[in-house]
Structure formats: structure tokens, C-alpha cells
């Protein structure tokens, strides 16, 4: 996956570069920065030494000496907190930027990312997570590599924001909807239960056609269907009918480009749901169309699945940014899209 949020350690992520959160003086003096210096050894510290200092923002690669789950350290100097009105956040994009610049320069093909500054440094979690994925998102809109970047614990996500707050609310009032209709119907006598099937015309293979369907909310509308479609063929059509090129799917899509190749070159694919979620998110569809391309894969977005809500909740509101999803899919406990 281009960019994954995980919650993991440093020492546990494996990618050819890890960043080292460290002061101007590569001093290795806490956190982060203290594991990455005794687990690295005394070969470490000698070649630091040799280059003595660095700036706030600035960055310097190093081998991995005694680190076995990569093979460089990027050290970067991060901001300290004062109170936002010293260019405290320019600094911490420029620590980011100027990590993925070397990796970029070395032609490396991953790197994992602490949460940088946020620690003892004090960087507000929540703007420090924001930063980090602005930056990062950027970086790979021209660029291919693998990026993780490791949370540690749920105060790194922004729950004050307008997006967070009025997601939740959806959430509470859906799933709470949802119990009441579940406990309603749980008190009507088995033999009152009706159960609603939708009714499909027989068609030659291959026509388009139109056919009577019930929707995700239970009411019948008309649609449009191919009915031997495979869910490649959905995409490629979809795509088409966009007028998009395949690199603008597949970065909005949070989704490796070998990847995308082999879903779009296999015509009985069947991807996983985040990924095909994360296709829709990237082509921008509306729900309608989403429901269509998930048909194909065979899934539904429900009303009784968190994960669900805040998928359909983003589209009907216009929100396509799969990293800014991604965060809140993170924050609740679900698995965040891409591959």
C-alpha cells in the first residue's frame, strides 16, 4: 500500500529506510530516537558524529548498522512546540519532505515513519497526523513508494475536528436506528416475518438491460446492468466513461500500481472490499455507481456495518480524500482502504 496507518512499533516495521526522530545534535537522548541508537550500536554514533549537527527540518541518511529490519536510518531534526507561531509546522512538513526526498535519491521503494515531533517534543497529535499525511500524500501523487506511518495511540487523531464530530453522530444515530429496527422486528411472531427478494428478468448474456432492483435502503429504483460484467471489466468501463488515465485511480486509490495492472488485466479478479471501496473512492463515484461496482466484486455497503456507514457517508457528502478516510476508518477500529 502507497500509504498505510499502522499502529506498530519501529523496531517491528520492516522498509528499506526507518526515520529516526531526533534532536539537532543526533544525540539519541529519548524515545524513538534512544531505541534507534542502542539497538543500532556504536558503529552508529561514530558516523553520526562525523556529522555533528543538523537543522530543524533538515535530514541525513545513515546505514542501519545493528538495525535488521532495514537497511538505512534517516535521521531528521523535528520541531519543538512552542505555541504554533514559529513556523512549527513549516519545519515539520520540511522534516518530512526532505526524509522522502533522500529515500527518493537513495531509489528506495519503502519507508516507515514515526509520528515525528509529537512525543517529547510536544507537537500537538492531532496537527502532527494532519501534517504527516498532507506531506506525504503530496510526495506520492509524483512518486511511487511504499510509506507507513506509525500511530501509537488513538490522541493522534484530530476527534475535535467538523468531519470527525459529524461522522460519529452519523454513526451513533444509524447504528442506533438499526438496534431499534432490529428490536422491533425481533418481537414479531416468526410467521408475520416477511422477507423481501428482488425480482431480475431473464436476459440474453452481454445485453445492457435495465432491470427492477431493491436498493442498499430497501426501495426499488431502476438501473442500469450488464449482466456477465466482471468486476474488471465495470472498472475499465467506469474509467473510460471518466475520461481518467490510470495513474489517477490508482494514487487516489491509495493502490499500487502492479496492483492495479493485474485487477484491471484479470478479468475474474475478485479484490477484497477495501479495495474495491478504494476504487470507487478513487474514481469518484457517487453512490449509485458505487453500489454498481461493488455488485461486481459481491458486496453490498449496508446500514448495520460501521465501516460501511462511514464509507457511504463520505460519498453522499463529496468527501473523496482516501487519506482523510483512512484516518477516520483508523481511529474507529476498521480496516482502512488500499492494498
Known sequence: MPLQISRNDIRNIKAEAIVDPTDNFLSGSGGTDKIIHSLAGPDLEVELMEIGFIEDGEAVLTNAYGLNNCKYIIHTAGPRWIDGKHQEEEILASCYENCLKLAKEKKLDSIAFPLIASGSFSFPKGRALRIASDTITSFLLDNEMDVSLLVYDKESFDTASKL????????????????????????????????????????????????????????????????????????????????????????????????????????????????????????????????????????????????????????????????????????????????
Do not use: W
Not at 177 to 206: C, I, L, W
Not at 224 to 247: G, H, N, V
Not at 253 to 263: E, P, Y
Not at 305 to 333: A, P, T, V
Open 164 to 339: 470527525y464530530s459529524d461522522i460519529k453522530d452519523y454513526l451513533n444515530e444509524n447504528l442506533a436506528e438499526m438496534f431499534m429496527s432490529d428490536a422491533s422486528y425481533s418481537m414479531v411472531p416468526p410467521q408475520k416475518k416477511k422477507k423481501k427478494s428482488a425480482k431480475r428478468s431473464e436476459k440474453p448474456a452481454g445485453r445492457l438491460d435495465v432491470f427492477e432492483s431493491y436498493s442498499i435502503e430497501g426501495s426499488i429504483e431502476k438501473e442500469r446492468f450488464i449482466p456477465d460484467e466482471s468486476f474488471s471489466e465495470c472498472l475499465i468501463r467506469m474509467i473510460d466513461e471518466r475520461k481518467m488515465k490510470d495513474p489517477e485511480v490508482y494514487k487516489a486509490a491509495n493502490i499500487d500500481r502492479k496492483l492495479f495492472n493485474h485487477i484491471k488485466n484479470t478479468k475474474n479478479y475478485r479484490p477484497k472490499k477495501e479495495t474495491a471501496v478504494a476504487l470507487a473512492i478513487g474514481m469518484r463515484l457517487n453512490s449509485k455507481d458505487t453500489d454498481t461496482l461493488l455488485e461486481r466484486a459481491g458486496f453490498i455497503l449496508s446500514r448495520s456495518s460501521k465501516f460501511d456507514l462511514i464509507i457511504r457517508y463520505c460519498i453522499e457528502q463529496g468527501i473523496y480524500n482516501i487519506f482523510e478516510i483512512n484516518e477516520i476508518l483508523f481511529e474507529e477500529d476498521q480496516k482502512t482502504l488500499g492494498c
